[in-house]
């Protein structure tokens, strides 16, 4: 079955800590992975995709084929980065698959 | 450039009622998805339309639910008769390609008494 597990609902941190939210995906294929985020009273917006190994506002995501894993990280967390973090995974078809989010904390 | 967007932004509406909820895609976008968040739970696919045609409504929950995209512009999701498990988010997405950026609408917050 093609499933993303985002296994924490919440995480909490301080300004200045790592952070590392979790993203497990099941998928037969070859996975395209995305994260995406939606800060409060935002729309729900692209953060950063697996393809393009790019590194936005601090964030980077490594796709882990081995352990079916694509963890979001961050060295630094900043209060800004306080939102809903919502990882995705594109099948191939018409179909884009998202977790259950992660609302991520920063606290000062 | 408005975006996507999504009208009305809440609708409270009775069990058994109808309602229609719309979508207008960022211009020239030929895909369009529509998704649920059901709360505490993950943003749910729905449908994928490339221009007028549903490529994929396998995440359609049942004949209650008609999404339609004529003319391959805006696109309408009607839920007829509502039921109390419909409450929700609905968010509609528009992206330019089907591996794209998928670009989200505000959402339409959908209560059903």
């Known amino acids: 079955a093609q499933r993303v597990t985002q296994p924490e609902k919440l995480l909490s941190v301080f300004k200045g800590a790592p952070v590392e939210l979790k993203c497990n995906y099941s998928y037969s294929g070859s996975p395209e992975l995305f994260w995406y985020v939606q800060y409060s009273r935002q729309r729900l917006q692209l953060l950063l995709r697996?393809?393009s190994r790019e590194s936005i506002k601090g964030f980077t995501a490594d796709l882990n084929k081995g352990e079916t894993s694509f963890h979001l990280k961050k060295p630094f967390a900043q209060e800004e980065d306080s939102a809903m973090y919502y990882c995705?995974?594109?099948?191939?078809?018409?179909?884009?698959?998202f977790g259950a989010g992660t609302r991520l904390f920063v606290k000062a | 450039e408005a975006g996507v967007t999504q009208f009305p932004s809440h609708s409270v509406i009775e069990k058994g009622q109808t309602v229609t909820l719309r979508c207008d895609p960022i211009s020239g976008h030929d895909n369009l998805y529509w998704y649920r968040r059901v709360m505490g739970k993950e943003i749910k696919f729905l449908l994928h339309f490339v221009k007028e045609s549903k490529q994929d409504e396998s995440g359609m929950p049942n004949n209650r639910f008609l999404a339609e995209r004529t003319g391959g512009t805006y696109s309408t999701l009607k839920v007829q008769p509502a039921e109390l498990e419909d409450s929700g988010v609905y968010f509609c997405?528009?992206?330019?390609?089907?591996?794209?950026?998928?670009?989200f609408g505000p959402g339409t917050r959908l209560t059903v008494l």
């Open positions: 995705a995974l594109y099948t191939g078809g018409f179909k884009t698959i």
């Open positions: 697996h393809i």
């Open positions: 997405a528009s992206s330019q390609d089907i591996r794209g950026e998928q670009f």
